[in-house]
């Protein structure tokens, strides 16, 4: 398997050593990957004034998967928006058709009390959010900023979704929900917006074939609420790209820190980019602090959806499992008694568990 591993800016390049360490770990034991790094994001603008070079697409392209750590800096905020590292980002996903992306929400029992919110309400959370990637107001045209007859600007962005985006997205979730609980909590704003009344009525032609799921609708203000007042009642959540960019980084502070949720961007065949949910935080680069369990459970998703190798996946979940009960904690996740460790530390305390 070749795997094209784009660390990028921020803690990226800290928390995919620690995957690349976990694959290296893997490799001792008779795995075969083979790994090419490329610059992505602010440090592909560094290498190739662009913040997606040809280079790094033509070898994402090529692999058989992308290993992603995050995007962006704030030095980078007054550059023209085309050359910004968010739009490598959304080039990456667009141009690989990584319409598909999975951010399972998973609470580590020992984790309970991490969260900020009380155990009770989080203890034994297991949600899988199924965010549109590749439409919605992130790409829909007509967009830009412009100056009006009265000399004022306007910003412009459009919201819009077809049937066939609609429908694949929604067939996942469906999929997703079969092997789990049977349940699809599809996310809009069908009061107010026309994009999302298609949506749900996509959704509700979709759950005809699928007569053991149940499907539920709510509106994306109710789910936000209920997202904190009652989260174990979610099995699978599905929405378009900006509610689920949103929801996402809510649901994974139920999990007691953004750095623990793992994602999977998939193409209709499977091709993946696995990266963590969590952005670069250019805050705490290079300190060698932040959490790399999104990144190495990312990897664990990675051989579940796209080599099919459930086995390996489990090893690496077991893993993250096993150093979580030993007491391991990065600082965003830490609580008295435990051990404190670095980035690096808890992916040296991974390799040792596998
Ligand atoms: C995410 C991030 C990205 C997004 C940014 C960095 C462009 O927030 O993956 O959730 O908005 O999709
Ligand atoms: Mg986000």
């Given at each position: 398997?070749?795997?094209?591993?784009?660390?990028?800016?921020?803690?990226?390049?800290?928390?995919?050593?620690?995957?690349?360490?976990?694959?290296?770990?893997?490799?001792?034991?008779?795995?075969?990957?083979?790994?090419?790094?490329?610059?992505?994001?602010?440090?592909?603008?560094?290498?190739?004034?662009?913040?997606?070079?040809?280079?790094?697409?033509?070898?994402?392209?090529?692999?058989?998967?992308?290993?992603?750590?995050a995007v962006g800096d704030w030095k980078y905020d007054s550059l023209p928006r085309d050359l910004r590292p968010e739009r490598g980002l959304l080039r990456i996903r667009k141009g690989l058709n990584l319409f598909a992306n999975l951010r399972p929400a998973l609470l580590y029992p020992e984790l309970a009390s991490a969260?900020?919110?009380?155990?009770?309400?989080?203890?034994?959370?297991?949600?899988?959010?199924?965010?549109?990637?590749?439409?919605?107001?992130?790409?829909?045209?007509?967009?830009?900023?412009?100056?009006?007859?009265?000399?004022?600007?306007?910003?412009?962005?459009?919201?819009?979704?077809?049937?066939?985006?609609?429908?694949?997205?929604?067939?996942?979730?469906?999929?997703?929900?079969?092997?789990?609980?049977?349940?699809?909590?599809?996310?809009?704003?069908?009061?107010?917006?026309?994009?999302?009344?298609?949506?749900?009525?996509?959704?509700?032609?979709?759950?005809?074939?699928?007569?053991?799921?149940?499907?539920?609708?709510?509106?994306?203000?109710?789910?936000?609420?209920?997202?904190?007042?009652?989260?174990?009642?979610?099995?699978?959540?599905?929405?378009?790209?900006?509610?689920?960019?949103?929801?996402?980084d809510e649901a994974s502070m139920l999990t007691g820190s953004i750095g623990m949720l793992p994602s999977a961007s998939l193409d209709e065949h499977n091709k993946?980019?696995?990266?963590?949910?969590?952005?670069?935080?250019?805050?705490?680069?290079?300190?060698?602090?932040?959490?790399?369990?999104?990144?190495?459970?990312?990897?664990?998703?990675?051989?579940?959806?796209?080599?099919?190798?459930?086995?390996?996946?489990?090893?690496?979940?077991?893993?993250?499992?096993?150093?979580?009960?030993?007491?391991?904690?990065?600082?965003?996740?830490?609580?008295?008694?435990?051990?404190?460790?670095?980035?690096?530390?808890?992916?040296?305390?991974?390799?040792?568990?596998?």
């Open positions: 398997m070749k795997l094209a591993v784009l660390p990028g800016d921020g803690i990226g390049p800290e928390i995919v050593a620690q995957a690349v360490k976990v694959l290296d770990a893997l490799r001792h034991d008779g795995l075969q990957v083979e790994m090419e790094e490329a610059p992505i994001g602010g440090a592909g603008y560094e290498a190739a004034k662009d913040p997606l070079p040809e280079a790094t697409f033509k070898l994402a392209q090529e692999a058989d998967a992308v290993l992603l750590g969260s900020t919110l009380k155990p009770e309400v989080v203890a034994g959370l297991d949600l899988m959010i199924v965010r549109e990637l590749t439409g919605d107001i992130y790409f829909g045209q007509p967009r830009g900023i412009s100056t009006l007859e009265d000399g004022q600007r306007e910003g412009i962005n459009t919201m819009r979704y077809n049937e066939t985006e609609i429908r694949r997205i929604g067939r996942i979730a469906f999929d997703i929900a079969m092997k789990r609980n049977k349940k699809v909590c599809s996310v809009d704003k069908a009061n107010v917006l026309e994009s999302t009344e298609l949506w749900r009525q996509v959704m509700i032609e979709i759950a005809r074939d699928y007569p053991e799921v149940e499907l539920s609708h709510m509106y994306v203000d109710n789910a936000a609420m209920q997202l904190v007042r009652a989260p174990k009642q979610f099995d699978v959540m599905v929405t378009g790209n900006i509610f689920g960019d949103i929801l996402s993946g980019m696995y990266e963590p949910s969590h952005g670069s935080a250019p805050d705490i680069a290079g300190k060698d602090i932040a959490n790399p369990l999104a990144t190495i459970l990312s990897v664990a998703m990675m051989f579940k959806y796209s080599f099919d190798d459930e086995a390996t996946a489990s090893r690496i979940d077991n893993a993250v499992k096993k150093v979580i009960a030993a007491g391991y904690r990065t600082g965003d996740i830490w609580t008295e008694g435990c051990t404190k460790v670095s980035c690096s530390g808890m992916g040296d305390a991974v390799v040792a568990a596998l």
